[in-house]
């Protein structure tokens, strides 16, 4: 399916009917998009913007409303949400990108106490950075897994949170773990100290990538 799609209702109703009559009993919701570089939002691409909107936001509560009535008339189910530390820290210069996972961690919360009656369990994944496509890291390291290690961490430790001080939320790497929980007990989340921090970094972040852009540019 395109996410990106704003009129694919076709998509979603082939969806349903692919799944209807299916025991359906993990959904993870791990659909996303961010900004091609670290970008001002006044400066943000139109297209880039809605498109980070509607797949992170509209594509996710779309499949979840379409696979969840199934769980509940189950009475079992697991959902999984990938959040991000740029959700749970306001990130300037990943503005879009940032409030669309903001808007995943309460969206994810408020459904997890809405499920929990009928047995199904709702959790939001929060992580640091993984060497996938859209980081654009390539080399692991202590920070930053690879895939498999992380994966392998998000599914054993399913249901092990609970020290976050947003409900039904967890940190399943080891590394993103230490480091949310020194800022939860320290700075604080949102706070004025970790939003500069990560404007400098990402203007920081921003300024490299348009100097390598500008040398590709110059030798072609």
């Not at 670290?38 to 498109?51: A, G, I, K, R, S």
């Not at 996972?101 to 919360?109: D, N």
């Amino acid at each position: 399916m395109d996410f990106s799609a704003v009129d694919n209702e076709s998509d979603y109703q082939r969806l349903a009917k692919r799944i209807d009559g299916l025991d359906v009993a993990i959904l993870i919701n791990n659909v996303g998009q961010s900004h091609s570089i670290p970008v001002p939002f006044t400066l943000t691409d139109q297209t880039e913007m809605e498109n980070i909107i509607n797949i992170n936001c509209r594509g996710t509560l779309k499949v979840t409303r379409i696979v969840a009535p199934g769980m509940q008339s189950r009475r079992r189910g697991l959902i999984l949400t990938m959040g991000s530390f740029g959700g749970w820290m306001p990130t300037p210069l990943l503005a879009t990108y940032s409030g669309s996972k903001a808007f995943l961690q309460f969206w994810s919360t408020a459904l997890a106490a809405e499920l929990k009656p009928d047995n199904v369990d709702v959790q939001l994944v929060l992580s640091y950075l993984v060497t996938t496509a859209m980081s654009k890291v390539r080399r692991p390291s202590l920070l930053i897994p690879s895939p498999k290690p992380f994966v392998r961490a998000a599914l054993g430790k399913v249901g092990l949170g609970g020290w976050h001080n947003t409900a039904y939320t967890y940190t399943p790497h080891w590394s993103h773990a230490l480091m949310a929980w020194a800022i939860e007990n320290t700075i604080g989340i949102g706070s004025y100290i970790g939003v500069q921090v990560n404007r400098s970094m990402h203007i920081d972040i921003r300024n490299r990538a348009l100097r390598k852009a500008a040398r590709e540019t110059k030798k072609n």
